[in-house]
């Protein structure tokens, strides 16, 4: 008798303990349906729609993590356009024993690298989850599992998901299950795109931007020292000053050089070729600095113009 007040209490206490936004479909030996939930998901949904619509498709969430042995993780998804362009995860192992600070890895996907590391949450959009808890909802829920369907203060599903009764401790689950979801209206989210690790950028070639231009052509040539520069000074020009040095190949500290009028070519040379190579060198004759290109152009000319001397003596 004592048993029987004592678990009716507990349950009482619980039932008062859940969130009026957190609905569980209870667990039977025999498989149920998800009932009204459904209606409450499609509800969501076109919400959902519309907040969408509003930050145009600009947004985060986070999906936190921890086991009641005291380790965790957090994965953050960046959502721009409707389309994840960054993915960062941070786990933290349990207390230690001696008082010594917790062991912490981190990291950051952006690009061709989203969804590479097969840690942390998958990068996916809302509307993917949306999609895999409806498809959840589709199918009966299995004997002595039940069903978890919770919404956010704005009515957008954070989790809906089915799990075995029967675990304990860290039961598995099936389906979607988040924590936080952050909107967006104005957020410029072009830096992310564009901006990745250094150790990203070295194992994608050290590509330069499209549309990035260097005064002298290429940044891994410094013209006042004449020596080539290192990865890691080509990547700080690009990409940690970029507003400053986009466009300019100059230090946001110093001023612009004062650009040498170049002496004009002779007028039988020609037109100088228009596609050149990004290289930086001096140009025969004592026409300065500049390509490859040019300066093959220009050597070509005087040789021209030599053996026309030649033969005219």
């Not at 959840?136 to 075995?164: A, W």
């Not at 050149?276 to 290109?293: N, V």
């Amino acid at each position: 008798m004592k048993f029987t007040l004592l678990f009716f209490s507990y349950s009482l206490f619980l039932s008062a303990q859940q969130p009026s936004n957190f609905e569980t479909v209870p667990a039977f030996k025999q498989q149920t349906d998800w009932g009204n939930r459904k209606k409450q998901l499609e509800k969501s949904f076109k919400l959902w729609l519309q907040l969408k619509n509003d930050c145009q498709g600009n947004y985060s969430y986070t999906k936190k993590w921890s086991s009641w042995t005291g380790f965790g993780h957090t994965t953050t998804i960046t959502v721009s356009k409707n389309r994840v362009i960054e993915r960062k995860f941070e786990s933290i192992g349990p207390p230690n024993p001696d008082g010594k600070p917790v062991d912490k890895n981190r990291w950051t996907e952006r690009g061709g690298f989203i969804g590479s590391n097969p840690k942390g949450y998958p990068p996916r959009t809302m509307d993917e989850l949306y999609r895999e808890a409806r498809s959840l909802m589709e199918r009966p829920i299995p004997p002595f599992h039940q069903g978890i369907l919770r919404f956010n203060e704005q009515g957008l599903v954070l989790s809906c998901f089915i799990q075995d009764t029967r675990i304990a401790d860290d039961a598995p689950i099936q389906g979607i299950n988040i924590t936080t979801i952050t909107l967006e209206e104005n957020k410029n989210t072009e830096e992310i795109k564009e901006k990745p690790s250094f150790d990203q950028w070295l194992q994608n070639g050290k590509k330069i931007p499209e549309g990035m231009m260097f005064i002298g052509g290429s940044p891994w040539f410094d013209e006042r020292t004449g020596k080539n520069r290192k990865p890691r000074e080509v990547y700080d020009m690009i990409f940690k000053n970029k507003k400053n040095t986009l466009n300019s190949g100059v230090s946001p500290n110093r001023k612009p050089p004062v650009k040498n009028k170049r002496k004009p070519f002779p007028k039988h040379w020609g037109d100088p070729p228009q596609r050149q190579t990004r290289d930086l060198r001096p140009l025969p004759g004592g026409y300065g600095m500049g390509s490859g290109t040019l300066a093959r152009w220009i050597q070509e000319n005087l040789d021209r113009d030599k053996i026309k001397d030649t033969k005219s003596d």
